[in-house]
């Protein structure tokens, strides 16, 4: 103890022999403690590990999509093409005729598949648009603005080949049935998205726009599958439930499943081409924006 400036101080060292009954007499004689660390004591410092990156921050950079893309793409484009080949070879020449429909039957191994990428297409763009919103990821906006379009086509594709099968079997190009009219209400759907996205000049107000609208549209996905179940239509029932078995043959299921495998992968393959080339355009414009910035300095 000692006497400063009207006041008393204790000093102790942090070790375990300084207990609470000598700090609690220190204090009671009106000493302040003044805790000390002794010259060989060392607290080693706090060091964090690294944190690892999460799944979807791992494929949020843009030069990682780069390099994993450059790897997949080609893989990606050459199974679609071999499956595609072999589908549709099958599906139109070597499948049987539909003892009803005839040889008219084959336009499912385009219109199924157009239909299946249609719904994916869209729940991919509301997928985007919740990475978007909630965890700001940075390539969901852009990835959004390229499945868009081909989402958009695939979807056309569908409505098209539907209207030239229904038109021998209904006897009409188009009728106001709910299958037909929830899938025309998803095509507006996309085209809106894709308004939307090019509406703004701010981009960031139209990708938050266009997010909006695919996480709110989604409700039209349920819709469309159910719609047979839920009221009576002409469309006729699915063929293929994940509670019951196939109404059709394997001989017409097995084409059609290679088909839908087949463009599957190639809208897969078209979707990451248009992102690569999109990541690339960002690039030269950014770079060509601060070649005209230093340009300006100098």
Not at 120 to 125: C, E, I, Q, R, V
Not at 230 to 249: K, R, V, Y
Request: glycine content about 8%; overall charge positive; proline content about 6%.
């Amino acid at each position: 103890m000692r006497q400063a400036k009207g006041f008393r101080e204790a000093h102790f060292a942090v070790c375990p022999l300084v207990t609470s009954n000598v700090r609690s007499a220190a204090e009671g004689a009106g000493a302040r403690i003044i805790v000390t660390l002794p010259a060989t004591s060392r607290i080693p410092p706090q060091t964090a590990r690294p944190s690892r990156p999460g799944f979807m921050n791992r494929f949020a950079n843009p030069g990682q999509f780069m390099r994993l893309s450059s790897v997949l793409l080609p893989w990606l484009s050459g199974a679609a093409v071999l499956t595609l080949t072999v589908g549709i070879i099958w599906g139109l020449f070597y499948a049987p005729a539909d003892w009803q429909q005839g040889d008219t039957v084959r336009i499912m191994y385009v219109h199924v598949p157009m239909a299946w990428l249609a719904s994916l297409g869209y729940f991919s763009l509301a997928v985007c648009g919740a990475l978007s919103l909630i965890w700001r990821h940075p390539l969901a906006d852009l990835a959004a603005l390229e499945i868009g379009p081909v989402g958009a086509v695939a979807t056309f594709i569908c409505l098209a080949t539907g209207s030239l099968w229904g038109e021998p079997m209904w006897g009409t190009w188009w009728v106001w049935d709910a299958r037909l009219t929830s899938v025309l209400v998803l095509f507006f759907l996309y085209l809106g998205h894709i308004a939307l996205i090019r509406a703004f000049d701010e981009p960031a107000r139209g990708y938050r726009a266009a997010a909006i609208l695919a996480i709110a549209g989604a409700v039209d996905l349920p819709i469309i599958k159910f719609s047979v179940q839920w009221w009576n239509t002409l469309h006729q029932p699915d063929s293929i439930t994940l509670t019951g078995a196939p109404t059709m043959s394997m001989t017409m299921l097995a084409p059609l499943f290679i088909c839908m495998a087949g463009f599957s992968l190639g809208f897969a393959a078209v979707v990451m081409a248009r992102l690569r080339a999109a990541l690339m355009e960002t690039r030269a414009r950014q770079l060509l924006s601060r070649r005209h910035a230093d340009r300006e300095a100098a």
